[in-house]
Structures are given as structure tokens and as C-alpha cells.
């Protein structure tokens, strides 16, 4: 077994590990089905009014289909950022809420190395988003990812702001 010595980091010790396991890809596969599916993943923290959307919308049964998906999750400073008027005509609007949430939603588990190889995603809502990688930072859309991924059973989730625009928007 390997050995990784005694360190220390700032005021902090770490002890020795005697052994360290590196995961089979089996392990991995089951480890991530013990997660939570890609709506339950979206950070409350960062994304609540996006969660409340999906589920309002109807999406969120989508969501916990099999799957793999990539969800670009609006962060809640998009929404704070839209004038009051708009906003709550979107959320009147379940037909245009509905399209606003499957527009963020990618069939296809994308990690974020996978965004430098690709230069546009299809969505859920037959849009497409573009994709650039400049300097380690990922803009899907022309928004730029804030958080993530973050996994899920069936995907994984990344926090985005401000919305992002699909090509010919």
C-alpha cells in the first residue's frame, strides 16, 4: 500500500495515511447512484428561485427521468436583477417559464473539461447555447458558470449568471 507522509499546511497537521484506495470505475458508478437526481442537486443556496421555477413549471418531472442532463441553473442575482414587472410576467407565464427552463437544460452529462472540446449544446427546448472557454472560464451562452458541477444520479448542475442567450436571440 502506499504511504502518504505526515504534513503540515499553515497551522494544520495532517497525519500519515497508510493506505490510499483509488476508486474503480464501478465504484464511481455506484457512488454516484446513491446520489440525488440533477433537480434535487441545484444548489438552494445559490439557485432557489431557479428550483422553485422548475418545480412550478413542470420540468422538474423531467429532471428525474434517467437521464444524463446538464442543468444550468440561474443563480437567485439573475432574477434580483430583472426589473419587477418582468419577472412576474414570467412567472405568470407558464408556457414562457416552461421554455426558459428547458432552454438551460442539455441532454448529456457535461463536465466542465468536456466545454472546451465542444463549441455549441443543444437544449430541451430545441435552442442552441453556445459554448466558449477563455482563460479557465466556461460561458455557456455568453453567462458564465459560477458553480460547479455539481453532481447528480443523472447529470450534473451548474450554477450560471446572468441567463444565458441562445444563438440567434
Same mark, same amino acid.
Given at each position: 500500500?502506499?504511504? !502518504? =507522509? ?6 494544520? @497537521?495532517?497525519? =500519515?495515511?497508510?493506505?490510499?484506495? *483509488? ?39 423531467? /429532471? ?32 414562457? /417559464?416552461?421554455?426558459? !427552463? ?18 455549441? /449544446?443543444? @437544449?430541451?427546448?430545441? @435552442? ?8 479557465? !472560464? ?5 453567462? *458564465? ?16 449568471? =446572468? ?7
Amino acid at each position: 500500500p502506499e504511504t !502518504i =507522509p505526515a504534513f503540515r499546511l499553515g497551522a494544520i @497537521t495532517f497525519a =500519515p495515511v497508510s493506505r490510499v484506495h *483509488r476508486l474503480s470505475a464501478h465504484e464511481v458508478v455506484s457512488a454516484r447512484a446513491m446520489l440525488d437526481d440533477v433537480f434535487e442537486q441545484v444548489p438552494e443556496d445559490f439557485a432557489s428561485t431557479f428550483r422553485r421555477l422548475v418545480a412550478e413549471s413542470g420540468v422538474s418531472e423531467t /429532471l428525474r427521468d434517467e437521464g444524463p442532463f446538464t442543468v444550468f441553473a440561474l443563480h437567485d442575482a439573475t432574477f434580483q436583477g430583472m426589473q419587477v414587472e418582468a419577472r412576474e410576467a414570467l412567472f405568470r407565464d407558464p408556457d414562457r /417559464l416552461r421554455a426558459l !427552463i428547458r432552454g438551460l437544460i442539455v441532454p448529456g452529462g457535461y463536465e466542465k473539461l468536456a466545454f472546451s472540446d465542444v463549441a455549441s /449544446l443543444s @437544449t430541451l427546448a430545441g @435552442t442552441t447555447l453556445s459554448v466558449r472557454v477563455e482563460n479557465a !472560464i466556461v460561458r455557456i451562452g455568453g453567462a *458564465r458558470v459560477l458553480l460547479g458541477p455539481v453532481e447528480a444520479r443523472n447529470g450534473v448542475v451548474y450554477v450560471v449568471h =446572468p441567463t444565458p442567450t441562445a444563438d440567434g436571440d
